[in-house]
């Protein structure tokens, strides 16, 4: 079965709290990727591949700074699996109330995309 994409137009505030999103992932998996003192090209070609994974996306999200609204076409796991980790972080915002994050704009973020994975092929989220 191949891979189920869908379109989600983000305004900036929501493509600003997916990019932090994605960055924090992206610095979680790096620091958990082990690389030896003198690394192989296996290491190496690994690590690559994760950056290129989070790349794109993040381009796309002008790293949390665009200038307008951003369409996003992204598989469905992924968009399913950030709006999750959206909800965790909120909740995690809740928790320690010393945090910087909005986790009333990390709870929209994820509702927006949730509303994207309702089967909608296009859903258009402003603030």
Do not use: F
Not at 48 to 65: F, I, K, M, N, S
Not at 104 to 112: F, K, Q
């Amino acid at each position: 079965m191949p891979e189920q994409d869908i379109v989600v137009t983000l305004s900036p505030v929501h493509a600003r709290h997916l990019a932090g999103a994605l960055r924090v992932e992206l610095g979680m998996r790096w620091e958990s990727a082990s690389l030896g003192p003198l690394p192989c090209r296996d290491e190496v070609e690994r690590l690559r591949a994760l950056l290129d994974e989070y790349v794109e996306p993040l381009e796309r999200l002008g790293w949390g700074e665009p200038l307008g609204d951003v369409r996003l076409r992204w598989r469905v796991d992924a968009v399913s699996g950030m709006a999750r980790e959206l909800r965790q972080a909120a909740e995690e915002c809740c928790a320690d109330s010393q945090e910087d994050d909005d986790p009333d704009g990390l709870l929209e973020t994820a509702r927006a995309l949730d509303e994207a994975l309702r089967g909608v092929t296009e859903v258009a989220v402003t603030s």
